[in-house]
């Protein structure tokens, strides 16, 4: 790897190559930070707090207990179902130190998303919340799953403190449906039985698979991207290179985690890096709770967020947002969709901390680039590519093209997926091991690069190529637009026409004042020909905002 124009761009300090993993395994780097740190807390949620040393202890007693007592063997699939909550990196490392492979689940899937990733992974073993057991107490005949452990939010809180917690949101908040699941049995149990067994280790090495991280579902049937132990600790290795500018050691530094650590974004960031480099992380249970969000983060004097767009937009909207300590705030970095110019500038006015953007993928364990953290990333961009990473642009045909010409966003390096599990990959990588991303995108003059849309959402007007984000990105600057989103919807004359649908920030806005907003700041073709406002736009758990679902909508709405 070498004359690539982004080279002379890389902050000091980090390499242009990570050279061989320092672990074999993933155990390795955890238990090497639960050592190094042992005394200070790792995560904090609820009040409740677990050091280093208790993380270790108490994930080797849920291994243990994975292995002695339910018999489960190197290699074998558990699911794990659970919000952020201290039972989660519990049950992950616990997992991944009985050698079993983690497949992560969002808990608000529905039963039948449930049974198609359970058949999918053949999962042999399940820890789930007990808010979403009633789901799992409907396709537990359909699956392969023959043990099932439900934990409740305050089960690992401690004392009348977690007590409270889960009589509360059983019996005062009834976020708990009732539910019959005879065979299961409780982390609280599962926890105590570990406690007096010991794990045999199980050999583990680099290409032994670690995680089966399913793709979010917006483009059709979920796959599972098969992410080995040196996927995960090369891209730490990259990562912990780039995050150099912001931790210290100090002093301990606080990591704010709302995004959920089933997502491969927290998962790998805010779970596996901020804990090998010693932070304390505050665990958010809940982030569509503004309000309750930033009361509790308002406790802290924390170091780095983050997140995704509709998070920071959500925030920097909120009147309580200007109340929180910035002092110690080093900066927030946004992934999972593209950080709009608006909120960017909105961040660091309030914060003098800048708001960057990385770019990933679920395949990819997940960042392929990221933004300099060092101040000088460009607005607008993903950033450069990670060590070790080769990002290009290819046509439809798999040629490389000319540098500032747009097309799809290929990438190889050692954090990259080998295949989806059990899938035919036809299709998935270009020749010579380029993984296909399926975005849009360009490298600028400077060798930075910026993504364009998704392929799959170009919207085609009467022959030229629209993209959603340019437009979803003009409009938001708008002061009076809280949220937007566009999709392409079918047009006898155009073929396609842009719909845009808005959140707004103002009630006073008017449809006649935007398309005034967009014929000021848009080419003809690209302005909006329909507006619908809503109070709300269909989001992922991880706050995404689905233009599918709105294309599912529309699509009913014109056969209706």
């Known amino acids: ?46 009040g409740g707090k677990l050091t280093f040393g208790e993380v270790d202890k108490r994930a080797t007693d849920f291994a243990a207990f994975l292995q002695k007592d339910l018999g489960l063997r190197k290699g074998e699939r558990i699911a794990i179902q659970m919000p952020n909550l201290l039972q989660f990196p519990i049950a992950f490392m616990g997992a991944l130190k009985a050698g079993l492979i983690v497949v992560n689940v969002n808990p608000l899937y529905t039963a039948p998303e449930m049974e198609h990733q359970f058949k999918d992974a053949g999962i042999s073993a399940l820890v789930i919340v007990a808010n979403f057991a009633h789901n799992l107490e409907s396709i537990v005949d359909k699956i392969p799953a023959k043990h099932y452990i439900i934990t409740e939010m305050g089960d690992l809180v401690g004392g009348f403190r977690g007590w409270m917690i889960n009589f509360i949101v059983k019996y005062i908040k009834k976020l708990v449906p009732a539910y019959h699941l005879p065979k299961a049995i409780s982390f609280k149990e599962v926890m105590k039985k570990g406690s007096l067994l010991s794990l045999d280790k199980p050999k583990i090495g680099l290409e032994d698979l670690a995680v089966l991280q399913y793709t979010g579902g917006t483009t059709g049937v979920s796959k599972g991207a ?35 650590m089933y997502h491969i974004f927290a998962l790998s960031v805010n779970l596996t890096l901020m804990y090998h480099s010693g932070l304390r992380n505050i665990l958010i249970t809940n982030p569509r709770d503004m309000t309750g969000f930033l009361k509790e983060i308002r406790k802290y004097k924390f170091s780095i967020v983050t997140g995704v767009n509709t998070l920071f937009n959500g925030m920097i909207n909120h009147p309580l947002f200007k109340t929180l300590d910035f002092s110690h705030l080093k900066g927030g970095v946004g992934g999972g969709m593209a950080v709009q110019d608006a909120v960017a500038i909105k961040w660091q006015e309030i914060t003098k901390s800048p708001l960057v953007e990385g770019y990933g993928l679920s395949e990819t364990s997940p960042v ?143 449809e006649e004042e935007l398309k005034k907003f967009c014929h000021e700041n848009l080419t003809n073709y690209k302005v909006p020909k329909h507006f619908e406002f809503r109070t709300e736009l269909p989001k992922t758990n991880v706050g995404k905002i689905l233009r599918r679902v709105l294309k599912e909508e529309e699509a009913a709405n014109s056969k209706s």
């Not at 649908?501 to 008017?510: A, R």
Request: proline share 7%; with cysteine; glycine share 8%.
């Open 226 to 260: 098969q992410l080995s132990h040196r996927n995960l600790i090369a891209h730490n290795e990259m990562i912990a290179h780039w995050f150099k500018p912001l931790l210290t050691e100090k002093d301990q530094e606080i990591v704010i985690t709302a995004l959920p």
């Open 368 to 510: 392929l680039c990221c933004n300099p953290l060092n101040g000088t990333q460009r607005r607008g961009t993903i950033g450069l590519p990670m060590p070790s990473t080769e990002v290009a642009i290819f046509d439809d045909d798999g040629n490389q093209v000319a540098q500032g010409e747009a097309g799809e966003i290929c990438a190889r390096g050692p954090q990259v997926m080998r295949g989806y599990w059990e899938k035919d990959n036809t299709g998935v990588f270009f020749p010579n091991g380029w993984f296909r991303t399926g975005d849009i995108g360009f490298m600028d003059a400077e060798g930075f690069f910026k993504i364009v849309d998704r392929k799959k959402d170009m919207i085609k007007v009467s022959g030229f190529n629209v993209f959603p984000n340019e437009i979803e990105n003009v409009l938001a600057s708008h002061p009076k637009i809280l949220e937007v989103a566009a999709i392409g919807v079918p047009d006898a004359r155009s073929g396609e026409v842009i719909k845009a649908f808005i959140v707004k920030k103002d009630q006073s806005l008017t």
């Open 1 to 46: 790897m070498n004359n690539f124009p982004w080279f002379d761009k890389y902050p000091d300090g980090i390499p242009h190559e990570i050279g061989e993993p320092p672990f074999q395994s993933l155990i390795e780097l955890y238990e090497s930070a639960s050592k190094k740190y042992q005394d200070s807390v790792a995560f904090e949620n609820f």
